[in-house]
């Protein structure tokens, strides 16, 4: 039996929505949001991540600016209700095709300037955010190879959290002060205030556990941060606080991170100090990097290899790579080596 066109478009649709899921991150990556995510939660992480990567923020960072194209973009389809349905249906070919079929598109419709300053409300200033009874954030210290953030990478990290639950009951909430009159006598009142609640469903905390996938940019910094909004400890009545990932560089067997800049030791005999010598290792990615001399090397003399250190996050650039040569000498020499050293360097 021939299958209809439209059942054709469906099945091709849902295969370039696979092949581009694995390609690279999706819409609910780029806003790091979970794909169930309620529309307010979109919101709290787009007003985040724009303000984070506002080009005004970041002045001359080609990669910032990509960065905020990209979010801009996916709260373009993410905060549509129609949008989002075809794009969790059928991807950005999905979108694409709507909008040459007379529907409006998804990557790049609006100018993303356009999207920040409907969202924050004219000029496209960065506004402070407003302020929100937060849970607490949970900070967690997260090593990373230095493998990881020459290249880039990604740690997969076990979570164990509170979360709100059902529970049998009502409890107070929403509660504020309201202002009220008594009659004190004739004429005369005075000013009251009370403590007002509703009735809510009632609530628990019960612990769940799950992996987060942190993932890792090249040339990253100790102490840069990685944020899973809204993943850290909830509150009754407010919205649960972030995980933040601080970045640190673990400690590695042949190179030793300062900043932009990589430091090994290399051990070198007596005699290839004297005369010279060949030798390469293999860098973080694997790439060869020739360290030779054809002269005199002293001990402990540092030489620098320029762009062979860390790559500068968010840039093309790179850092140095500095080798100190430590020179082994011989534990002791027989007379006839004497004699020929002294014959050698008199």
């Known amino acids: 039996m021939a299958i209809r066109w439209s059942e054709l478009c469906i099945v091709l649709f849902a295969l370039s929505y696979a092949i581009c899921v694995i390609a690279g991150k999706s819409y609910y990556d780029v806003l790091q949001v979970p794909k169930g995510a309620s529309d307010e939660q979109i919101k709290r992480a787009y007003r985040k991540l724009a303000l984070k990567y506002h080009p005004d923020k970041n002045p001359g960072n080609d990669e910032a600016t990509r960065k905020f194209a ?45 999207i920040f300053s ?37 740690m997969k990290v076990w979570r164990d959290k509170n979360v709100i639950k059902p529970a049998p009951g009502k409890r107070k909430c929403n509660c504020r002060d309201e202002v009220y009159h008594r009659q004190i006598g004739p004429g005369m009142f005075q000013q009251m ?15 769940e ?16 941060e990685v944020s899973f909004y ?3 400890e909830p509150i009754l009545d407010g919205e649960p606080g972030d995980l933040k990932f601080w970045i640190k560089t673990a400690p590695h067997a042949r190179f030793r991170r300062d900043g932009n800049d990589l430091h090994m030791t290399v051990n ?14 293999k860098h973080l990615d694997d790439h060869e990097v020739d360290i ?28 140095n790579l500095f ?13 006839d080596q004497k004699e020929k050293i002294k014959e050698v360097l008199a």
């Open 193 to 207: 205030t009370e403590q007002v609640c509703d009735k809510c469903p009632n609530v628990k905390f019960e612990r």
């Open 209 to 224: 556990g799950y992996f987060v996938t942190v993932d890792i940019e090249k040339g990253m910094k100790d102490g840069e």
């Open 118 to 154: 409907q969202f924050f409300g004219g000029g496209g200033s960065m506004e402070e955010e407003e302020k929100v009874v937060k849970g607490d954030d949970v900070i967690v210290e997260l090593e990373a190879t230095l493998e990881d953030l020459y290249m880039g990478g990604s």
């Open 323 to 335: 080798v100190t040569f430590e020179v082994l000498f011989p534990s002791s020499l027989t007379e």
């Open 292 to 319: 030779s001399s054809k002269g005199i090397t002293k001990p402990n003399e540092v030489k620098k290899f320029k762009g062979e250190g860390m790559p500068l996050h968010f840039s093309t650039k790179k850092g």
């Open 230 to 232: 809204e993943d850290g």
């Open 70 to 114: 990209d979010i801009n973009n996916a709260y373009e389809v993410l905060s549509d209700e129609e949008k989002r349905e075809i794009y969790n249906k059928y991807g950005e070919e999905g979108l694409k095709q709507h909008a040459a079929n007379g529907g409006r598109g998804g990557g790049g419709g609006m100018n993303m300037q356009d």
């Open 268 to 281: 070198i005999t007596l005699v290839e100090a004297l005369v010279g010598f060949e030798k390469s290792f």
